[in-house]
């Protein structure tokens, strides 16, 4: 970085997260700072903030903390991915147990914690989500994942239905914790919805002053209660007294 060039914030996130909303108000609040973004493997995000790559991160918890400073933000409702002809199709909402004789499939990047895999086990892990959803398209199997997957990686050939009882997906913000930066705070505070005046978080620059506007000074009071009467000039054709 040059003399005199801006530092960036730089901000990573998982899929189906959308920061829009907080880059907005950053874009607000400090227009001076620029905001980079990059989307990042939920895998790959808590070693890029380790390594430095970013400032901070959205990340799907559960996570490994060591190092960082989290703050957990909302839970997603997770949902099974289905072909719009599939069965499922039909109702509202379904059941792990409605998924028992179907085949599931379980990507590598899968950030649900499953104490038990509902349905089948496939006969692939695919290594991603998005390949895992065009097996689903080839009718290979059913997927679950958290709601904001289903709809990142939409297709006119599918659909999906929220899973009762199924582990949800979490979303968190994190951030190294030894580069708790100004910057670092200004987000903490825009993603918990501070205002600009918050006494929590950095103060904001205060605004120059005005030059001072002069006021009429007003008598003062005697101790008797009566404001004192300013002496009389003496001009031409006063009498002497």
């Keep these: 970085m040059t003399d005199g060039e801006t530092k960036a914030f730089r901000l990573a996130y998982v899929p189906g997260v959308t920061p829009a909303k907080w880059v907005n108000i950053w874009s607000e609040r400090l227009p ?21 790559g970013a400032d901070a991160g959205f990340v799907r918890l559960p996570v490994d903390r060591d190092g960082l400073s989290v703050i957990p933000l909302y839970v997603e409702t997770t949902v099974v991915v289905v072909p719009k002809d599939h069965a499922v199709a039909a109702a509202d909402e379904v059941t792990i147990a409605d998924l028992a004789d179907d085949e599931v499939l379980h990507p590598l990047d899968d950030t649900i914690e499953w104490t038990v895999r509902p349905g089948q086990p496939a006969f692939t892990r695919p290594a ?8 689903v398209a080839a ?62 978080g950095r103060t904001p620059a205060a605004p120059a002053e005005k030059p001072a506007q002069r006021q009429a000074q007003k008598p003062a009071k005697t101790g008797s209660g009566r404001r004192a009467v300013p002496a009389r000039r003496k001009g031409k054709g006063s009498r002497p007294r």
């Design 128 to 135: 991603t989500t998005a390949e895992a959803i065009e097996l």
């Design 32 to 52: 001076d700072v620029p905001i980079t973004l990059a989307t990042v493997p939920a895998a790959e995000v808590v070693g890029l903030l380790r390594d430095g």
């Design 139 to 200: 009718g290979a199997g059913l997927l679950l994942v958290p709601q904001s997957l289903a709809r990142l990686y939409h297709r006119r050939d599918l659909t999906y239905r929220p899973v009762l009882e199924a582990p949800q997906s979490q979303v968190a913000l994190a951030w190294p914790t030894d580069a708790t930066t100004d910057l670092v705070e200004d987000f903490i505070g825009i993603v918990r919805g501070r205002t600009v005046n918050s006494s929590r």
